[in-house]
């Protein structure tokens, strides 16, 4: 989401909706959790897990399509549906992360949860440390100025990096 921000601002022209966009996508987010719960606990973690992250990618396809015409509303429902999505991204590892110890206490007869969620949370924070500093460094790279109308290479090249970032960083943040 790092990149989203400069996306909306100067290839889709709308730097104003940012905190709409970011506000849908976190109700979708937390609306859909008890559906989410709800296939976990009837069809498996892994079924919940892979269709969500499934509408994810598919509506974030959709963003390939917006441009600076595009309506408020339907930027929005684009948002409400990758949200939807990616909440199955958020929830289901921390849901897993509970069977991983029981099934390491049943194998090595020690609980070790405190060692699991330390270091699920300390290779998301390396991960997202990693992420915003190469962005840092790709908007150098692809010639991006602040606060500057964007040439039409760098523009292309933002649209580029944008969903090969948000592609790439959800496959690594989550194992």
């Avoid at 290479?153 to 194992?175: A, G, R």
């Amino acid at each position: 989401m790092a990149l989203f921000i400069y996306y909306l601002t100067y290839y889709i022209k709308k730097p104003d909706i940012f905190p709409y966009c970011m506000l849908a996508i976190l109700m979708s987010q937390i609306f859909m959790l008890p559906v989410y719960m709800k296939i976990s606990n009837t069809k498996g973690k892994s079924k919940a897990y892979t269709l969500g992250l499934t509408i994810w990618g598919i509506d974030m396809l959709s963003l390939l399509f917006l441009n600076s015409s595009t309506p408020l509303n339907m930027i929005l429902i684009i948002c409400i549906i990758i949200g939807a999505g990616l909440s199955a991204g958020v929830m289901v590892p921390w849901a897993i992360l509970p069977t991983i110890s029981d099934i390491d206490q049943i194998i090595n007869t020690k609980r070790g949860t405190g060692i699991y969620s330390s270091l699920m949370t300390f290779i998301r924070k390396i991960a997202q440390a990693v992420t915003l500093w190469s962005v840092g460094i790709i908007l150098t790279l692809i010639n991006y100025l602040p606060n500057q109308t964007q040439s039409p290479e760098t523009l292309l090249y933002l649209k580029y990096v944008f969903f090969h970032t948000l592609i790439f960083d959800n496959n690594c943040n989550y194992f």
